[in-house]
């Protein structure tokens, strides 16, 4: 390994099964640059992600890599870095993944507060099964299974995750590459739960959340914003007009594996041989 | 008299303190020098409902219930109105009358009767509601002729922990009870003796936390699980005791986090394990899948309990194997141990965890309620002598744990690497050069995703040539009995103790028989089998459910036999020695067809 690190270190050769112009490239590029510049060395990298077009990412990253079943990254994060904190852990997933079917996950790993950073590629669709709506798709989307309009309202996932107790807050743009590596160099160095929801257009199925609709609805916070109030992110968060693109919200608090883990020694290092009188301590409280 | 052998039945609502009057007088059995095997059946909520606690003790091993029940300690009306009917002809009952009366129609004349006012005296003269229960062992230390000596003092030692005041008011509970028994009763025996031999140096143990113990002594360090009876109980041991070695315990939100967790943690290197009951284990099928294909080892405690959906939490039932063995979509290999006793729930919690490495793969430890539940006398345990096989792991340099500790080289390394024996030397993250893609959907030797023809053939071939590798190393059955017998039993798990107390009896009763309790029931054991029902006539397999699973199970692989029999329990109970041997005769001499 060389002493700088370049993004082509993340990279494989692995071909993409992405679409052309995918907004998900945008992601993976901006992650491969983040990793290089923290320096991060792709063998301390353990990056998880589930299933669909957003989890394919795990694949063209150098790295550890997992892909598991749908919408069950973050347990799978969360255990790796109890088992070792020396790893950096990545989770990544899309709307569909984190707030569908990993929804109860999504929740209970923010409560939870390990040292994780969640990537949320938000397309408001349903892409690998070939466009249906989403838990972020806007209401009135027509699609295969909402062919008078998508019936319900979309969800706000940082509104979620803010109110169950995250400790980093942001989103970003695909097709704004420096700002989004800026997020996310930015939420992998937090200590504690990082969430960056990056939006993220699906070229093939979404004929409305477009590169040119995200450009025209989409604003920075600017430097006036101050991310450790709380109120503010709720109420920037929650507000109805354009939306709005930054670090939302940050906070330090123990996190889970401060306060779950009694020793410094990761605990794929503790020793399994064990101490034989101490196990017999233990048989002695059954005699 | 009946020395030295004796089943008694603690009834009451729940939180009458039968649970607890229960332990304790196992604890008193177990320093006499007896073997006790305790059986829980409680109803699911926590206070109220009928709650009952079997207590059996005798001077030879037992792994299960009697036929009857000798001595039911009622501490109200509905326990003596649920139960009479087990009572053993010759036993007796202590029922407190403080407020209740026993009605004349339900009154066996072919049992004793002692009616104490426990909770009046205990209010009265002790001046402490609390010790209602610790007086009804002291009725029971009376009439079954214990040594009072040896009763004051194992209850004493019992609650030494707690302090010179507790001792003295519980042993003043006891001599209060035995005193109402001379004066009421006088010398009037039940009929029983027990006395006290010599304590062996044994140990009294819940199956649950044989299994936990087994499996931190043999280097788990990581578990993740729900809350779900009857597993429950590892979870907190593990909660417990975890982090004093080095391990973390995690309660999930769920199971499908709990078993997604448990195999991140094992993907990082840890020897992780999860444990659930029916409803859990189904929740956890898709994951399970996963670990299969990553080739993750990972171990999964099955508590089983009485279904389908929520079923009857607090029950015993043998009805997840079909799920176990087949649940899941697509196929990957797994394997499926199950102790019959305590002391084997310990070193198989152990075993598992080393199948699970050795082979990269899922590891099921499948028990029930009846012995997960149950406490049993069992000798100290070997853990000195346990050995940790970790299997082809590549660890971190320097890194003691694993056994094999050589270093890989990025570009040549392939985690999924075809081999003989279908097992890739794994690495862990933060290994140099051992970067991968583990991909749950197919993928190639180096773990890059592909739906390549040849490569799918060659990679589900690799997975399933491990079923065929590990034979050698999963646990045999156990036989007893007479080998050259014409009836043959089989069964698996709590069951073997109910049934080796039958053999014997249909043995004196002139039927020989032979039992073969099957460890491994997957990869199927076909070989074991054959082998077992050669020239028997008869073959009858005993189970705890409706279906037969295990019996389906014998008549797909090892062929269709005639002359096999199932015996069949459903009712939520553990079997009772003769309801093993009824049906056995009852076949026998009828005109069931025996192999000719």
């Given at each position: 390994m060389t002493a700088v690190l370049t993004p082509k270190d993340f990279a494989t050769a692995t071909p993409s099964w992405w679409c052309p112009g995918c907004g998900d490239y945008g992601v993976l590029s901006a992650l491969k640059s983040a990793l290089a510049d923290l320096g991060k060395n792709p063998k301390d990298v353990a990056f998880v992600s589930g299933i669909g077009c957003s989890g394919k990412i795990s694949g063209y990253l150098h790295s550890y890599a997992f892909h598991g079943v749908h919408g069950r990254a973050l347990p799978v994060a969360t255990a790796v870095k109890l088992a070792n904190q020396e790893l950096t852990v990545i989770a990544a997933g899309g709307d569909g993944d984190g707030y569908a079917i990993g929804a109860g996950h999504f929740v209970h790993a923010v409560r939870r507060n390990p040292d994780v950073t969640y990537i949320v590629m938000d397309n408001q669709t349903y892409g690998l099964t070939k466009g249906q709506s989403s838990p972020t798709s806007q209401t009135g989307y027509v699609t295969g299974t909402s062919p008078n309009g998508h019936p319900e309202a979309p969800m706000n996932g940082l509104v979620v995750a803010l109110a169950a107790g995250a400790t980093f807050l942001a989103r970003g743009f695909s097709a704004h590459p420096k700002l989004l590596v800026e997020l996310l160099k930015q939420a992998i160095a937090h200590k504690g739960f990082s969430i960056v929801e990056v939006e993220s257009p699906c070229v093939t199925y979404n004929k409305i959340n477009t590169y040119a609709w995200f450009k025209e609805n989409t604003f920075y916070l600017d430097e006036t914003y101050d991310p450790t109030d709380k109120v503010a992110a709720f109420k920037t968060l929650i507000d109805e007009g354009k939306m709005p693109l930054g670090v939302f919200y940050r906070e330090d608090r123990a996190t889970l594996e401060d306060l779950?883990?009694?020793?410094?020694?990761p605990v794929v290092k503790a020793s399994l041989n064990g101490d034989l009188s101490r196990f017999a301590s233990i048989q002695d409280q059954y005699r | 008299m009946i020395v030295n052998s004796i089943e008694i039945m603690f009834g009451g609502q729940a939180g009458d303190g039968s649970l607890t009057t229960g332990d304790l007088i196992a604890g008193v059995f177990k320093r006499m020098g007896l073997e006790v095997y305790t059986y829980k059946d409680f109803p699911s909520r926590i206070r109220g409902g009928h709650t009952n606690y079997v207590i059996r003790a005798q001077q030879r091993e037992n792994y299960g219930m009697a036929d009857m029940v000798d001595c039911l300690v009622a501490f109200d009306l509905e326990a003596v109105e649920a139960h009479i009917e087990e009572m053993r002809p010759g036993g007796f009952i202590i029922f407190d009358n403080t407020s209740e009366q026993i009605p004349a129609e339900i009154k066996r004349s072919d049992i004793n009767w002692y009616e104490v006012p426990l909770a009046k005296i205990a209010k009265e003269e002790l001046k402490a509601e609390i010790v209602r229960n610790t007086i009804s062992l002291g009725v029971l230390g009376a009439l079954i002729g214990m040594d009072p000596e040896v009763m004051h003092g194992e209850v004493a030692a019992l609650w030494k922990r707690k302090g010179d005041k507790v001792v003295e008011m519980n042993v003043g509970a006891v001599i209060a009870g035995e005193r109402y028994v001379k004066e009421q009763f006088g010398d009037r025996p039940s009929g029983y003796s027990l006395t006290k031999s010599v304590d062996g140096d044994r140990l009294l143990m819940m199956g649950n936390d044989a299994i936990a113990y087994g499996a931190l002594v043999a280097g788990c360090r990581f578990m993740a699980g729900y809350p779900i009876t009857p597993a429950t109980d590892i979870l907190e041991w593990m909660a417990k005791y975890l982090p004093r070695h080095g391990g973390v315990a995690v309660q999930a939100e769920d199971e499908l986090a709990a078993i997604n967790m448990t195999i991140g943690a094992a993907f990082t290197g840890v020897r992780a394990m999860t444990a659930t009951s029916g409803p859990g284990l189904s929740l956890m099928t898709e994951a399970i899948g996963l670990a299969g294909v990553l080739e993750i080892p990972v171990v999964i405690v099955e508590c089983a309990r009485a279904g389908p959906s929520t079923g009857m939490p607090t029950k015993t039932e043998q009805s997840n194997l079909n799920h176990i063995i087949f649940g899941g979509h697509g196929e990957i290999p797994k394997a499926v141990i199950s102790p019959g006793t305590v002391e084997e729930s310990f070193y198989f919690a152990a075993l598992a965890l080393n199948l699970a490495e050795k082979y990269q793969m899922p590891i099921f430890l499948l028990t029930e309620q009846a012995l997960c539940q149950s406490k049993a006398t069992l000798p100290l345990l070997e853990f000195e002598a346990l050995e940790i096989d970790r299997g082809k792991l590549i660890g971190h340099n320097g890194h003691t744990n694993g056994n094999g500790n050589g270093k890989v080289v990025f570009g040549e390394y392939k985690r999924f690497a075809h081999t003989e024996d279908g097992v890739s030397p794994r690495v862990i993250p933060g290994v140099d050069g051992g970067m991968h893609l583990a991909a749950g959907s197919e993928h190639n030797d180096a773990g890059v995703i592909t739906e390549n023809v040849k490569n799918r053939a060659k990679m589900m071939e690799k997975r399933m040539r491990k079923l065929e590798s590990m034979r050698e190393d999963l646990p045999k059955g156990n036989i007893f009995g007479d080998?050259?017998?014409e009836v043959a039993i089989i069964g698996w798990g709590a069951n073997r103790g109910p049934i080796v107390e039958a053999l014997d009896r249909l043995a004196a009763a002139g039927t020989k028989t032979r039992f073969l309790q099957m460890r491994t029931l997957w990869p199927f054991p076909e070989d074991e089998v054959r082998d077992f029902i050669k020239g028997a006539k008869h073959v009858f397999v005993v189970e705890n459910n409706f279906t037969g699973q295990l019996d389906r199970l014998i008549r797909v692989v090892v062929g269709p036999l005639e002359y096999m029999h199932s015996v069949r329990k459903y009712n939520g109970r553990a079997f009772r020695p003769i309801e093993i041997i009824e049906p056995i005769e009852r076949a026998l001499s009828s005109t069931v067809l025996a192999r000719t």
């Open positions: 779950a883990l009694k020793d410094a020694t | 080998p050259s017998a």
